[in-house]
């Protein structure tokens, strides 16, 4: 079973993956930055706490001169742990019992976290001094104090885990939000994807029209894929209408030689005729069915040719044959019909050389071109036959004197069925597949044919063949004069 | 009766002309459109038999500018292709029948025959003029039960006139239905075999059927038994 993967629900968890990547880290940077802001307020509320207590030692108004604790207008929080003590240990209030804390003696404010209890409370010892009379002429008498003060962190953690937790929510909420809409917008934007398998699915054998809806073509993404689906149905598209117009002119062709061999004998048995009669009318049937017969043959080997040669032998090495005996063969073929109408058919060749066709092919190829030239040809003219062998390539050209070719019969002179002179009748024209044989000959063995206009008049027909050099390489020249 | 038979493949129309010709009727052919065309609308025809696809001018065409001229002559189109639409949009065109090659010759000539028919207002094969009667398919003419030998061109002639009762038909108009371009055209032959005709159909002092209107042409009676 093949997976399917979902390009949606791919982006929609790469995005929610990412954001949940970022919101982690955010998190991460938060928290810390939290703690540190909320630990500065922390600590700055010990410290006031700390110097309202400093500030609430009192003289006692004795002659010892002494400092008391005078807790009224100092504000302490309830769970608040803390000791005053003057310089000589004597404690001057506490509450909930501190632990005692070493430290040097430094007028900087020092914090501890210590556990008290069950509890963690962070502690800020603060060394202050505190002058009693300091009016009297020895200065007054300096008590140092010390206090204690801590308040349990669990306040700080608190806040801490308050900040995390609504960030925490916002962007669970967030990315909540954010898979609705990605779904949303992704599924929107593949739209053109679903309008275009829409149209791609309307196309069926009877109607290749295909014009990729105009969302495809505005998404850049699907640009490439419209334009390939669009050119790739048309060129379907354009081999099938040629097939089809093979097909049906194929028909045409094959009935109307029916049709004719079908009368000839139908007015033969239309009334008692005499011997002679018979003889001249079985005569004339048995050549109308000539004709047709080759219409088959010639339609038969342009399906046989235009079958992939790997079906047809691919275990036999290709066959090779003498592409000069081959042109001269044809040029004896056609020798009857050049001297009916005194036409010249001269052969330019330098040396030999193999082509990869069987001989059959190669005559059939020669004397097809050789031919076309010859009807094209007027009388009295001259046909020329050039073979010219290059690095594993042969050109071989045929030059009439005729009128030339149109420019729109040099496109579709290939195809089955064409007859350049839409006013010339089936009498002299053939059936009109000599030509299409050619080209599938060339084309089989991976060559080219192709008709031009000869610059001095007349058109001229190159079939470019890969080749293999024969022996003697000696140029020759030949002349076969038709007489 | 004149056929006009537009074909550019050489042999199918010789051989449909051939057959034509043995069954009595006069056969012009053309091998292109254009020429066919031309032909057809000399209007001296009593039937056209047309090839779809055409040198120069397609059948359909030819056909179209017939029935632009308003020209009735009926129309038989032959053709290779055999799709409905064709065939509807040929006789949504103006053509009468149609045959798909390859054609039975038989029933080509029985189809052709049957337009000419019908384009005269006849409906059988059989043509009855008061006691005279004369079978198309046969060829054969009989008169009060006796069968008359009739020469190919009287009969023709008879054939004509018949598909035309009391009508003046002029020796022109027997000239161009009865004779294709291969004949040579010669009024008095014209006349030479009237009286023949006339001759052979008098059986036992019956009335005479064919009326000479001098310098206008010929007419069959009907009823002149009475």
Same mark, same amino acid.
């Given at each position: ?88 240990? !004597? ?57 204690? #003060? ?13 900040? /995390? ?128 017969? *080759?219409?088959?043959? !010639? =339609? ?14 691919? *275990?036999?090495?290709?066959? #090779? ?25 001269? =052969? ?35 046909? /020329? ?93 030949s002349s076969l004069k038709a007489e | 009766m004149r056929v006009l038979l537009v074909e550019d493949e050489q042999r199918l129309a010789e ?68 799709? !409905? ?12 029948? #149609? ?16 337009? /000419? ?15 005279l009667e004369l079978n198309t398919v046969q060829q054969t003419v009989s008169r009060r039960g006796r069968s008359l030998d009739l020469s ?9 006139? =018949? ?54 042409? #010929? ?8």
């Amino acid at each position: 079973m093949t997976k399917s993967v979902s390009i949606t629900r791919r982006l929609v968890v790469t995005v929610l993956f990412l954001e949940l990547l970022s919101a982690v880290a955010l998190i991460g940077a938060i928290t810390v930055h939290e703690w540190r802001v909320q630990l500065k307020v922390f600590d700055a509320s010990l410290v006031a706490t700390a110097e309202s207590l400093m500030g609430a030692v009192q003289d006692t108004e004795d002659e010892a001169d002494t400092v008391m604790l005078d807790m009224r207008g100092v504000r302490v929080s309830k769970d608040a742990a803390f000791r005053v003590e003057d310089e000589r240990g !004597k404690v001057l209030g506490s509450a909930l019992d501190p632990p005692r804390l070493e430290t040097e003696a430094s007028g900087t404010p020092v914090f501890r976290n210590i556990e008290v209890g069950s509890q963690g409370y962070r502690f800020l010892v603060l060394k202050g001094l505190r002058i009693v009379d300091p009016g009297q002429p020895n200065g007054g008498v300096q008590h140092s104090i010390t206090i204690v #003060y801590g308040t349990p962190s669990r306040h700080l953690w608190h806040e801490v885990f308050e900040a /995390i937790r609504f960030f925490a929510i916002a962007t669970a909420f967030l990315m909540g939000i954010t898979a609705f809409v990605m779904a949303w917008l992704v599924r929107k934007g593949l739209s053109p994807v679903h309008e275009l398998a829409r149209e791609a699915e309307r196309i069926s054998s009877s109607d290749w029209q295909f014009h990729a809806p105009i969302s495809a073509k505005e998404t850049v993404e699907l640009q490439p894929l419209a334009a390939a689906l669009e050119a790739a149905l048309a060129r379907l598209q354009r081999s099938f209408e040629q097939q089809r117009r093979f097909t049906s002119d194929a028909a045409h062709e094959l009935k109307t030689d029916v049709a004719i061999v079908k009368s000839s004998l139908q007015l033969l048995s239309m009334r008692k005729r005499t011997l002679e009669e018979y003889g001249q009318g079985l005569a004339l049937s048995l050549e109308d069915f000539t004709r047709l017969e *080759s219409t088959v043959q !010639k =339609m038969l080997t342009l399906a046989r040719l235009e079958q992939p040669p790997e079906s047809c032998n691919s *275990s036999r090495a290709p066959q #090779y044959c003498s592409l000069r005996d081959t042109i001269e063969d044809a040029v004896h073929q056609s020798k009857p019909f050049a001297e009916l109408r005194s036409i010249e058919v001269r =052969m330019e060749f330098t040396g030999d050389v193999k082509v990869p066709i069987d001989s059959r092919d190669a005559l059939l190829l020669c004397s097809n071109i050789l031919l076309n030239a010859l009807q094209h040809s007027p009388e009295g003219s001259t046909v /020329i036959i050039a073979v010219h062998a290059d690095e594993g390539i042969v050109q071989l050209t045929v030059r009439d004197q005729g009128e030339g070719i149109s420019e729109e019969d040099r496109a579709s002179v290939f195809e089955p069925f064409y007859r350049g002179d839409p006013s010339r009748s089936r009498k002299s024209g053939g059936t009109g597949l000599g030509l299409s044989i050619c080209k599938a000959i060339s084309e089989r063995v991976g060559g080219s044919i192709e008709i031009a206009n000869h610059p001095a008049g007349g058109a001229i027909v190159t079939v470019r063949l890969p080749a293999e050099v024969m022996a003697s390489a000696s140029t020759l020249s030949s002349s076969l004069k038709a007489e | 009766m004149r056929v006009l038979l537009v074909e550019d493949e050489q042999r199918l129309a010789e051989n449909i002309v051939a057959a034509l010709r043995e069954t009595g009727l006069a056969v012009d052919h053309a091998a292109d459109g254009e020429t066919g065309s031309h032909l057809a609308e000399q209007d001296i025809y009593d039937a056209i038999v047309l090839d779809l696809m055409l040198p120069g001018k397609n059948g359909q065409r030819v056909l179209q500018d017939l029935r632009r001229r308003k020209l009735h002559t009926p129309v038989l189109i032959l053709t290779a292709q055999e799709n !409905k639409e064709s065939v509807v949009s040929l006789l949504n065109a103006g053509a009468d029948d #149609y045959l798909s090659k390859p054609f039975d010759l038989g029933e080509l000539l029985a189809r052709i025959k049957a337009l /000419i028919r019908r384009a005269k207002g006849v409906s059988t094969p059989v043509l009855v003029v008061s006691d005279l009667e004369l079978n198309t398919v046969q060829q054969t003419v009989s008169r009060r039960g006796r069968s008359l030998d009739l020469s190919p061109t009287e009969y023709r002639i008879l054939e004509y006139l =018949m598909h035309r009762p009391r009508a003046v038909v002029s020796q022109r108009e027997l000239l161009e239905h009865l004779y294709d371009f291969d004949w040579e055209h010669h009024s008095n032959v014209i006349e030479a075999h009237i009286s023949n005709l006339r001759r052979k159909l008098n059986v036992n002092g019956s009335e005479p059927l064919i009326e000479t209107l001098r310098h206008r042409g #010929y007419r069959l009676r009907e009823g002149g038994a009475q």
